[in-house]
């Protein structure tokens, strides 16, 4: 029996399983009901007193043995396991750097603008884009069926030509008269649609900021203010600006504002049309036009932003190009 015990002890010594399922195995096939510690142990059971003391020490120490094999690979395996897995990782390096998505653009403009305003206590407005011919045209003093509804190829809502997608954010100046009592200070901003060829100047589909003043005794030396101070805020010092005198139906006198470098390039470039606002306007909107004037501007804010950016073609602005976009993760 002592031979058994000692053949045994060899066995389990260089038992080395590379599976979790051998471990079971050499688990039942030693320790297990029919296993071999079982037999001996029958067998130590019938040996006589003398000799039981000199095979119970082996026999306990063999079981103990296995014992600790299969508790050792238990967990050995394990961790070499996961060892294989992060084997070639290095946990000190640094990861891939994860790239923060930017503002697009046309945002960028329309915060900062809206910032800027909203310095000076004006309030921001939003309305729908489809809206009815009223708040579009006939509110601000389109006549009817007059030309100047050209002045902004309209795309109109098939199944109810009284309804058109706004070409202006007007129509939510007009709203907010209708809405509230003067004094009014807001800006008015979204999206707005022109039926126009696509080119790298205009586009079907843009964003417009509008602001309206209204109040007693307002004036048009007010509005130059606001735009001198606007101009300086958004492009920095070193611009010089003037007023055109121009034609809108909603404003008279109207005007639209120019802008140039002071050094350099001697050309004038537009960014805005404004004027005081219509007192037919006013009457259309419920306001008291012989008590309140008011002012009126709108931009376009992609305009703003070729301006600012230096943008060439106002395509790009809706092409989604990362190599484009990228380029405005630093900006706010
Ligand atoms: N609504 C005009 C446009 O879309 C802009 C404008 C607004 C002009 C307010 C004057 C006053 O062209």
């Known amino acids: 029996m002592i031979e058994r015990i000692k053949e045994l002890t060899k066995e389990v010594e260089s038992f080395s399983p590379k599976e979790s399922s051998e471990i079971e195995a050499f688990r039942i096939q030693y320790l297990g009901r029919k296993g071999f510690i079982q037999e001996l142990f029958k067998e130590f059971k019938l040996l006589n007193p003398e000799l039981k003391s000199s095979v119970g020490k082996p026999l306990n120490e063999l079981k103990q043995l296995i ?38 653009p046309v945002s960028i403009v329309k915060n900062q603008i809206v910032d800027i305003f909203s310095r000076i206590g004006f309030t921001q407005s939003t309305g729908p884009e489809i809206v009815d011919d009223w708040h579009n045209f006939t509110a601000l003093n389109f006549p009817l069926d007059h030309p100047a509804k050209d002045m902004q190829d309209t795309f109109f809502i098939q199944r109810n030509p009284d309804f058109v997608l706004r070409t202006h954010t007007s129509s939510i100046q007009v709203q907010e008269m209708q809405r509230h009592k003067p004094p009014i200070r807001t800006i008015s901003l979204g999206r707005v649609y022109r039926n126009e060829t696509i080119s790298y100047k205009s586009h079907v589909q843009f964003h417009q900021i509008e602001g309206l003043y209204i109040e007693k005794n307002v004036s048009f030396a007010d509005l130059k203010q606001l735009l001198y101070y606007f101009v300086q805020q958004f492009f920095g010092e070193h611009f010089d600006v003037r007023f055109r005198p121009s034609y809108f139906p909603f404003t008279e006198p109207s005007a639209e504002m120019d802008i140039r470098p002071k050094n350099g390039d001697k050309r004038w470039m537009e960014i805005l049309g404004c004027g005081m606002v219509d007192p037919n306007v006013l009457k259309n909107c419920g306001i008291d036009h012989e008590m309140y004037t008011g002012y009126a501007f709108g931009m376009g804010i992609e305009r703003m932003a070729m301006l600012k950016y230096d943008i060439q073609d106002i395509r790009i602005l809706y092409e989604n190009d990362i190599r484009f976009l990228e380029q405005f993760i630093s900006e706010r």
């Open 67 to 104: 014992t600790n094999k299969i508790e050792y690979f238990q967990h050995h395996l394990k961790e070499s396991r996961s060892d294989d897995k992060y084997n070639d990782m290095d946990l000190s390096l640094e990861g891939p750097s994860i790239k923060p998505g930017s503002r697009h």
